[in-house]
């Protein structure tokens, strides 16, 4: 019995282990799944932990696929876990975020969500 509590409990640290290093989503403005009622000057997704720059990416695209961000994406200098992406003046509809970043320790973690525009 001692050997199979062992064992599940190497599990989970081993599991434990293997997930921290990975940034994922921690929040985003516009946030994900939301409607807002006008065209947001960016996208800001802050992650659960510190990412690399020049490895990590935001794009925004409409519903006919057409990337429609500035292409200008940064890592906020004072949140190094935070990255932005600037916008021009959006229409009314549903836009999708794709962000794909490689955290410090170099693990990458990709992902993906909508936001609406109402007016």
């Known amino acids: 019995m001692k050997r199979i509590v062992l064992g599940f409990v190497l599990i ?7 997930m921290e290093g990975h ?9 994900v799944g ?5 065209s947001p000057p960016e996208i800001r997704i802050r992650f659960t932990e510190k990412i690399e720059a020049a490895f990590s990416n935001i794009r925004v695209f409409d519903t006919t696929g057409k990337q ?8 906020d200098r004072a949140d190094r876990a935070l990255l932005r992406v600037s916008l021009p ?8 975020v794709v962000w ?20």
């Open 12 to 18: 989970v640290v081993i599991g434990t282990a293997r």
């Open 23 to 31: 940034a994922f989503l921690k929040d985003a403005t516009p946030g």
């Open 34 to 38: 939301s409607v807002v009622e006008t």
């Open 68 to 75: 429609v961000d500035k292409q200008d994406v940064c890592l």
């Open 89 to 96: 003046r959006l229409n009314p509809g549903i836009y999708k």
């Open 100 to 119: 794909r970043v490689v955290s410090v320790d170099t693990h990458v973690t990709t992902g993906s969500y909508t936001f609406r525009i109402a007016r």
